[in-house]
């Protein structure tokens, strides 16, 4: 049977949505765990962009869980069956759990290529057809810990009608059933977990319809697909996320694709959401630039006195800021800085004060803009090495606010940092 191992202990659940835990159980043993909230590792083909897997270790709090995709995978079939000893060996990985999902996050995917019987993936040689058989034999090859059930998640665009959508919705399930049917008769797949996916556009009737069928198989997990950022307002998307968590059980974990600003993950966590792939950090290194944002919620009594006396402007510059360069995935963010530009050619101090990664404490921002103009690799490998500590290090901060009721604060901190960078963007523009 799908499922059986896998639990989610939660510590405590706040203001009725955020929830605080850990994710227990997991790998074939059971012996790993997984805080929650909390972001899974981004790869490549198992491979951290731009880390050598001792380089990636040499960072400390890393999560235990590996994410790889079907679209990087499904082109090597032939020679991931005959080495015969599942994907994790294969890819020379330390000790993790490895899941395993449909589409790399990070990637544009195209649509209009799924039917009643088929989805397709986009590898390096192009599109890949798969069918439920296919999807399955793949996931026997790779051998994961956890994967997410095949999907129609081509509901995201706004010009999606209600007829595509309630027919994405069916698809699913039905491929959920089917991937179900052949998991339970597997050897192969014996301890591993399914997560179902949970799709419905933007249409809210569909959503929950989704969402109660999809809870009613035996599976250990949610998916919340279609939701990713530049398809939906974020009000409509917590709308929607809050919705959908009320038709899930409590006990099981919930995972938002495509979703990595972390304003958005906030936003995502007070409705409910407990996991999220860690994508954003590649995409924001790919762009030469470097995560500066703030979330130290650790403040003396003055400082938090002024805090408190600040938040309604850090909450009018964020209104006014809007979804400035936020539209889709691929611009600049207001939580990051670009080391390309020339500001920064003369700036000797860290990217980050006080951050304690490897880049942070040897090499100053003018370093690292040197290495961007000049196209040196090492430029992708120190900023891979900071924005991941950075990232993580935000989640860690998340789990100590929601435990010591601190939220508002982090949001304050955190959206005062995306405004405050926007502003100095445009001063010096």
């Not at 079939?77 to 490895?98: M, N, P, W």
């Not at 999902?101 to 599109?127: E, F, I, Q």
């Not at 290090?393 to 435990?403: T, Y």
Request: proline share 3%; glycine share 8%.
């Amino acid at each position: 049977m799908a499922g059986g191992r896998m639990q989610l202990e939660l510590s405590r659940v706040v203001q009725g949505r955020s929830r605080l835990g850990v994710l227990k159980g997991l790998g074939r043993t059971g012996q790993h765990s997984l805080e929650v909230p909390g972001c899974l590792l981004y790869t490549h083909f198992g491979t951290v962009p731009h880390l050598t897997q001792d380089t990636l270790h040499t960072l400390r709090n890393l999560p235990s869980v590996t994410q790889v995709t079907l679209s990087n995978i499904a082109e090597h079939q032939e020679v991931l069956e005959e080495f015969k000893d599942g994907f994790r060996k294969f890819a020379g990985l330390h000790d993790t759990v490895l899941y395993c999902s449909l589409h790399d996050p990070a990637a544009l995917c195209p649509t209009g290529y799924t039917t009643n019987k088929t989805v397709s993936v986009w590898g390096s040689g192009g599109r890949i057809e798969l069918t439920v058989a296919k999807f399955m034999a793949l996931q026997k090859t790779v051998q994961p810990d956890w994967y997410q059930s095949m999907a129609d998640g081509e509901t995201w665009q706004n010009s999606t009608s209600r007829k595509r959508v309630r027919k994405s919705v069916d698809r699913t399930l039905a491929h959920l059933d089917e991937c179900l049917l052949v998991h339970q008769k597997s050897q192969e797949l014996d301890g591993v977990e399914v997560f179902g996916v949970v799709e419905g556009g933007d249409i809210l009737e569909e959503r929950v319809r989704s969402a109660r069928e999809t809870a009613k198989r035996p599976v250990a997990g949610f998916c919340l697909d279609g939701l990713q950022t530049g398809s939906m307002d974020q009000r409509l998307r917590t709308q929607l996320i809050t919705a959908v968590n009320k038709e899930l059980p409590e006990d099981k974990p919930r995972l938002l694709q495509g979703i990595g600003r972390p304003d958005e993950v906030l936003a995502c966590v007070e409705a409910g959401v407990d996991l999220f792939e860690s994508f954003f950090p590649f995409q924001v290194t790919e762009r030469g630039c470097a995560l500066c944002f703030s979330f130290d919620i650790s403040l003396d009594p003055e400082r938090a006195v002024l805090e408190q006396s600040e938040e309604k402007d850090a909450a009018g510059d964020i209104k006014q800021n809007g979804d400035l360069n936020h539209d889709d995935q691929t611009q600049m963010t207001s939580f990051e800085i670009n080391l390309k530009d020339k500001r920064y050619q003369d700036d000797f101090k860290p990217l980050v004060e006080g951050c304690g990664c490897y880049c942070c404490k040897n090499h100053q921002r003018a370093y690292l803009h040197h290495l961007l103009v000049t196209n040196e690799l090492l430029a992708g490998v120190l900023l891979m090495i900071h924005n991941t500590s950075h990232y993580q290090g935000f989640f860690s901060a998340l789990r100590e606010a929601l435990a010591e009721d601190k939220l508002d604060l982090l949001k304050t901190r955190v959206l005062r940092a995306g405004a405050q960078q926007t502003e100095r963007d445009e001063q010096d523009g």
